[in-house]
């Protein structure tokens, strides 16, 4: 397993070492059955030679988890006193969401500025590293399981809906969101931020990867900014990374 990670980590553009051991030899023996096969390098060997599989690898390995407002205790904190404070300090307001998935999380945020009348004076990013999420986020269509957290107040008001059930987000929402690819383990972050967005993403990593990951969202603030962070997650070493807690999940930049 070791040397299949080795070998496959250059092919898909993925440190696969970075993630902890024991799931990730989970996903990729999980995979192997689904393609049946037993051998690690008869399925290195699949990989290399069949794109839909390599695809399939790709779209597994890669955590696509996302929902609309996931806890939304959290996003009314955001809407409430987080963001109003930010734009009264700030004025102007650059927010990037790190492991962006399908784009539910940020163009949650995009909502929340609309509401407040805000949006118009935000520049919003979304960074992951699958493509193929990121061209759906781009797209802004989601499919009836991707519409988890939409109450229908929001549905009827930034949505429309097909025959099958998905729905598309408005283009005044859609437009104000541009996405990259990154890694971010081995790719810079996006510097000057006033919101940073980073939500199960880093509970994946082993505690090394952790660190690097950590330190490039603490550079990505500018003092006074805000990380966001997952419902499970805690930063036990944020004063080192020059972070004060505001709120539960919530960080603060000091310097």
Known sequence: ??????QVSPLIGIDLDAYKDKQ???????LMGRANV?????YLALLRSDP??????IDRLTINVSEWFRNPEHFEILEAQLLPQLLERFGHLRIWSAG????????????LLD??????????LGSDVDERALEQ???ASFRPHEQKGLTPAVTHRYFTRDDAGDVRLTRQIADRVAFDRANLLTDPAPGGCHLTICRNVVIYF???SKAIIHRSLANSLVPGGILFVGSTERLFNHRRLGFEQVRSFFYRKVH
């Open 38 to 42: 037993q051998d690690p390098d008869a």
């Open 52 to 57: 839909e599989r390599l695809q399939e690898f």
């Open 1 to 6: 397993m070791a040397e299949f990670k080795k």
């Open 206 to 208: 082993h505690e090394e």
């Open 115 to 124: 509401r407040l009348g805000a949006l118009d004076r935000c520049e919003l």
């Open 24 to 30: 990730m030899a989970r996903r990729i023996a999980s």
């Open 137 to 139: 986020a781009r797209a």
């Open 100 to 111: 962006c998935s399908i784009g539910s999380e940020i163009y949650s945020v995009a909502i």
